[in-house]
């Protein structure tokens, strides 16, 4: 390449594009400069930097609108882009694939990729599974500072009756909006507590009374504490399905699903009780009351919904599925290879407690999992042996999936404090910018152009710089103003 500093513009080869396979391209990016051949970059001609080989015929219109600047002495492309990111997009060229590099941003260098017009096919597996991840926490900080910000907004259009629903929908589902609804949420979680004691404690024996046909029932004090319990657990209930802004996802919902579990058997059993009578004999009815009492165990699960440990504990259940089911097949596999050999094993011994196969499942698995009830127990010396075996098996096998299902827990519960303080962050900065907005001041001005410093006296400037446009980035980059979107080579160069 000629350094003499051309001052025109140089005429593409007359043979066309089998001359711009011999051809080098110059790229400067982000200040680190280096060397492509055409042939190299015309495997693939839907790229930008393919785009380049035959760019100069079309004029300064053409290469403007490819690089951000142009050095015809040098022959030169510069691009204000990140130098860490373009030497993984050009892996490309060389192996048909592109990797990121750790600890770059998924989000911004599936832009650069854009930029450089790279197909995300040619992105790595392993890679699109990042791109994934971040596009989904960009999705869940989208969603709750959408969420607080329709908390804090009162649409001057809607009626009264919606603006009520608004502050009913935010005083019960949003604790931490107010100090009355931080003691109402407290309030539930007493009362959650108190009436699974309550459900507990009915079943002693020493606090039951006995009922005219002599049968024991519950302590009437712990019936009302139960009644009042019932009462308030179905007004919260009524007011939230009103007040909320989607009925039909509100009642499909799985937490309101168990509330509703929750109280629907006192009032099917207060049915049953006062009119299932007339219709069914006395002990069918005692029957399914006493079913349906059972079914009371699901309000303990209504702590789900004030606790965000347990929330993030099933969170990591749900994640761990793989492991809960290898956990699972180690079990059955071992369950099923020592219950056999321990029935085979054990019928030597005249007084054996090892009668069948299935029977014997029952001592593998008290066994594996480290319980050992003792009601069955080897007596054989090579019973004892495979007892001990199936014992160590167990501990192994349960201990192997534990720590990725810890993992999922903590990267979860990790990863929802990182998104709440990115939701925070980001309403900082919507209030910032429009507080900057509404004082008609920006970040950045025209003189700044002006201010740079001039070229040395010495060295001759191309004769295009007289009407050399501002360069530009087709890429949007929000943290500039608008009066920042074009530079000149020489702040590219920086």
């Not at 712990?222 to 308030?232: K, M």
């Not at 499942?361 to 019973?383: E, H, N, Q, R, S």
């Not at 303080?421 to 004082?439: C, F, I, R, V």
Request: proline share 4%; with cysteine; glycine share 6%.
């Amino acid at each position: 390449m000629d350094g003499s500093g051309e001052r025109s513009l140089p005429e593409p080869d007359s043979q066309g594009s089998a001359a711009g396979d011999d051809i080098e391209i110059v790229v400067n990016v982000g200040g680190v400069r280096q060397v492509l051949y055409g042939d190299l970059l015309s495997q693939y001609p839907e790229t930008r930097l393919a785009e380049l080989i035959n760019c100069l015929a079309g004029g300064y219109d053409t290469i403007f609108s490819l690089c951000d600047d142009y050095d015809p002495g040098k022959r030169e492309f510069y691009f204000d882009r990140d130098p860490d990111a373009f030497k993984c997009v050009i892996e490309v060229y060389y192996f048909g694939e592109v990797h990121m590099k750790k600890g770059i941003c998924p989000i911004c260098f599936k832009n650069e990729m854009d930029f450089w017009k790279v197909d995300l096919k040619f992105l790595d597996d392993c890679c699109k599974s990042h791109l994934s991840e971040k596009r989904e926490e960009l999705e869940e900080i989208a969603r709750r500072v959408q969420l607080i910000l329709d908390d804090l907004g009162v649409d001057a259009a809607e009626g009264r009756w919606r603006r009520c629903q608004k502050c009913v929908w935010k005083f019960l589902e949003k604790p931490e909006s107010s100090c009355p609804a931080r003691v109402v949420a407290v309030l539930s979680f007493l009362l959650i507590l108190v009436s699974s004691v309550v459900m507990c404690m009915g079943t002693i024996p020493e606090l039951q009374v006995l009922d005219a046909e002599g049968n024991r029932v519950e302590h009437p004090t712990l019936e009302n504490v139960e009644t009042a319990c019932i009462g308030w657990f179905t007004l919260e209930y009524l007011l939230r399905l009103f007040s909320s802004p989607n009925k039909l996802h509100f009642a499909l919902s799985f937490m309101n699903i168990v509330d509703v579990l929750a109280i629907l058997p006192f009032y099917v059993s207060l049915t049953l009780t006062h009119l299932g009578a007339r219709m069914m004999e006395l002990t069918n009815v005692q029957q399914a009351v006493q079913a349906l009492r059972i079914m009371r165990i699901a309000r303990i699960f209504k702590l789900a919904r004030h606790s965000s440990g347990l929330q993030t504990l099933t969170y990591a259940l749900k994640r761990s599925f793989k492991e809960l089911g290898l956990l699972l097949m180690y079990l059955a596999v071992g369950i099923f290879v020592f219950s056999a050999l321990g029935y085979t094993m054990e019928q030597s011994h005249p007084e054996t407690l090892f009668k069948s196969i299935p029977q014997s499942f029952w001592w593998a698995i008290i066994t594996m999992t480290t319980v050992g009830y003792g009601d069955i127990y080897p007596k054989t010396t090579l019973g004892k042996l495979n007892a001990a075996i199936s014992f160590l098996c167990g501990v192994i096998a349960i201990a192997l999936p534990i720590h990725p299902i810890i993992n999922n827990f903590v990267r979860y519960y990790n990863k929802q404090r990182v998104l709440e303080t990115a939701a925070k962050h980001e309403l900082e900065l919507m209030e910032l910018n429009s507080s900057s907005g509404g004082e008609g001041k920006t970040g950045g001005s025209r003189s700044d152009l002006d201010n740079l410093p001039p070229e040395p006296a010495g060295k001759e400037a191309p004769s295009c710089s007289s009407r050399l446009k501002l360069s530009h980035s087709d890429t949007f980059i929000p943290l500039l103003t608008e009066e920042k979107h074009h530079r000149t080579r020489l702040q590219s160069c920086k």
